[in-house]
């Protein structure tokens, strides 16, 4: 480790001798094993490896970066002349900076090498119950690997981090088949940090694989209206993402985000409560240390509806003069509710459950417009039947204000941890 440890501290002197004022190194080695399944076999059993140095050089408040595949000194001296030059081409910009000092430290989780017969054993099983359980679906790919991951970072203020992880992901891309009759395709993953527990149990894969085989069959909507949306845990990020990324640093910097002078008002029904929980036992697939070189820390995003922090880097904080994120964002929790699932439908007079949305980046605020897929219509409070693609529209910041319901029941997918929720005013258009 020592030894590795010493590449980026080469790759950090090799900068403060091109000219750094400010400088930050990082090396990164990945060793993954990776077993692939292609319509229902084992197909191909690989082991990858990468290795990547990151540079970092700030000077005279400009900024330049590369990254390059090869660790020997004179590949690091030559990639650092290159980070000098990039600098010195670049503008200047007072808030480039780099992490300040923090005590060195090392963290680690999950295991240090793969248990290759259970991941063979574990996807055996999970063609096997799949057959027998839904015989007309179709894996149409899979993938189990276990990826281990080992980081150095580096920077000229003292800060100095490993980070060593090693974690299993899963992902699942399938349909279903009945004659000529097909359904439309599906994908889900997780991360797992053991192979304790049978792969058709992790995440939502058994609900999703279910569902498939209802959607061979599925029938138009006809006509127009505008509902109830019920979330799944699986299209839940789509809402999630649009609230993250409109407090993130493009549009702080920029100044579109409509939640720019939102800190500590109402975002989001009393319902909704959202964290960032990358060092919380429950997610697996977590981290430690922040892109630009801070221990990172768990926080509370949205509590009971009201925002309570951005998430902004150490440039983002810098530009705009607001606090610095505890984290890069990521590893969602979202707080359970006080509402069955079951009950949840109940409440629906018209709605859809949207199971997938396809559909492009929302405006500024919020608006969207998209397909809803592998979805399906409630009516009188009850789930009738799988939907063909329709159209949906509405906006995601109104969504957030009208939720309506979040479920007890959530779905640990190892990275997050996220439930049903139930939100009106979702215009869904058909024939």
């Known amino acids: 480790m020592d030894n ?27 060793d993954k094993q990776e077993l692939n399944v292609d319509l229902g076999e084992p197909s191909l059993l690989r082991t990858i490896f990468d290795a990547s140095v990151n540079l970092v050089a700030i000077k005279d408040q400009k900024k330049g970066s590369t990254a390059v595949n090869r660790t020997d000194r004179s590949a690091l001296r030559q990639a650092a002349a290159d980070v000098l030059a990039i600098a010195t ?25 793969p248990d290759l017969d259970k991941m063979y054993s574990r996807m055996k099983e999970l063609l096997r119950e799949v057959g027998a359980r839904y015989p007309r679906v179709v894996i149409r790919q899979a993938i189990l690997d276990f990826t281990r991951t080992k980081k150095y970072f580096l920077n000229s203020n003292g800060v100095d981090f490993v980070t060593s992880k090693g974690i299993y992901r899963c992902l699942v891309f399938f349909c279903s088949r009945e004659g000529e009759r097909i359904s439309s395709f599906n994908i889900t993953g997780f991360s797992l940090k053991d192979l304790e527990q049978e792969l058709l149990d992790c995440g939502s894969l ?21 509902g109830e949306v019920i979330i799944t845990p699986d299209c839940l990020e789509d809402l999630i993402g649009f609230l993250t990324g409109a407090i993130s640093d493009g549009p702080f910097i920029s ?33 430690f240390v922040t892109a630009d070189g801070y221990a990172a820390r768990n926080s509370t995003i949205v509590e009971k509806g009201v925002l309570k922090s951005f998430l902004l880097s150490l440039y983002g904080s810098r530009k705009t003069g607001r606090p610095r994120a505890a984290n890069d964002g990521g590893a969602y929790v979202v707080d359970p509710g006080e509402t069955d699932f079951s009950d949840m439908v109940r ?23 998209g397909v809803a897929k592998n ?24 969504l957030l204000m009208n939720i309506t319901a979040v479920s007890r029941e959530r779905i640990n997918f190892g990275n997050a941890i996220l439930p049903w929720i139930s939100a009106s005013g979702v215009t869904v258009s058909g024939k």
């Open 347 to 369: 409440s629906v007079e018209k709605g859809i459950l949207l199971a997938r949305f396809s559909g492009g980046e929302p405006s500024e605020n919020g608006d969207f417009a």
């Open 89 to 113: 081409a670049a503008a200047p910009d007072e808030a480039h900076d780099i992490a300040e000092a923090q005590p060195p430290a090392e963290f680690s989780s999950g295991g240090s090498r």
């Open 206 to 226: 058994d609900t999703l694989l279910r569902q498939s085989t209802e959607q061979i069959t599925t029938h138009p909507l006809q006509g127009k209206f505008t």
């Open 4 to 30: 590795l440890r010493e590449i980026a501290r080469d790759g950090l002197n090799e900068l403060l001798k091109a000219g750094a004022g400010k400088a930050a190194c990082s090396l990164t080695l990945i």
């Open 255 to 287: 100044g579109t985000s409509i939640y720019r002078d939102k800190l500590n008002r109402q975002v989001a029904a009393p319902l909704f409560s959202l964290h960032s929980r990358p060092l919380d036992n429950e997610i697996c697939d977590g981290y």
């Open 375 to 398: 979805s399906y219509l409630i009516e009188g409070g009850e789930i009738k039947y799988p939907l063909s693609e329709s159209m949906i529209s509405g906006n995601f910041a109104e």
